[in-house]
Structures are given as C-alpha cells and as structure tokens.
C-alpha cells in the first residue's frame, strides 16, 4: 500500500500497510505522518489517494477491537473531503513477511 507515505519506508503496491505492525510514535520524531487521536485511531493530515484533505486511520486487532499500530494486524483508512465527508475507505493488512519498523533507541 503506497498510502499513507513514510518516510522510513519504501511504499509498493500491495494489500498489506507498513503503519500496521509499526513501531514508530510520535514522540520518536521519526517523521511519522501520523498522529494518535485515541488508541487505534490516528489521523493523516494531507492529499490522500482518492483526492481527499485528511484521512482517519482504524487500527484494530479482529473485528472493532481498536489496538494501536504497533501491535495492529488489521488497519481502515477512511478518506475525507475539506468538509470532512467520507469519500474511500480502504483495507490493508500486516505483512507477514516484513520486519516492522522500529526506533533507534
């Protein structure tokens, strides 16, 4: 998936999410473009895929058990207009096969 962009990662063209599984928070200045609202829920701020202004990330473990993304298997990006009106929602998944990303400590 080549959405959200990260700068610590390199984005492909696929099913799977690098922010799903990853270890990187706010508080790392990592350049995460993500910020927490509430656990499992983030908020992206910006031109998203579908033409949208900001996108709402939900993080969850099986079903609507929200989970922040480090620990996430599952993610839906809703993608919002300047007038916060749902125009994509879109599906991704842990990759199974990928490290995830972790901070220099």
Do not use: W
Request: overall charge negative.
């Amino acid at each position: 998936m080549k959405f959200p962009v990260c700068p610590n990662m390199i984005p492909e063209d696929s099913i799977y999410s690098s922010c799903v599984g990853c270890q990187i928070k706010e508080e790392h200045n990592m350049g995460c473009p993500l910020k927490r609202i509430n656990e499992g829920v983030y908020e992206f701020v910006g031109e998203t895929p579908a033409g949208g202004k900001k996108a709402l990330l939900y993080f969850t473990i099986e079903g609507k058990q929200y989970r922040d993304k480090d620990v996430s298997k599952f993610v839906e990006i809703q993608e919002l207009d300047g007038e916060g009106r749902l125009i994509a929602i879109e599906h991704a998944f842990a990759d199974p096969n990928k490290e995830t990303i972790k901070p220099n400590k």
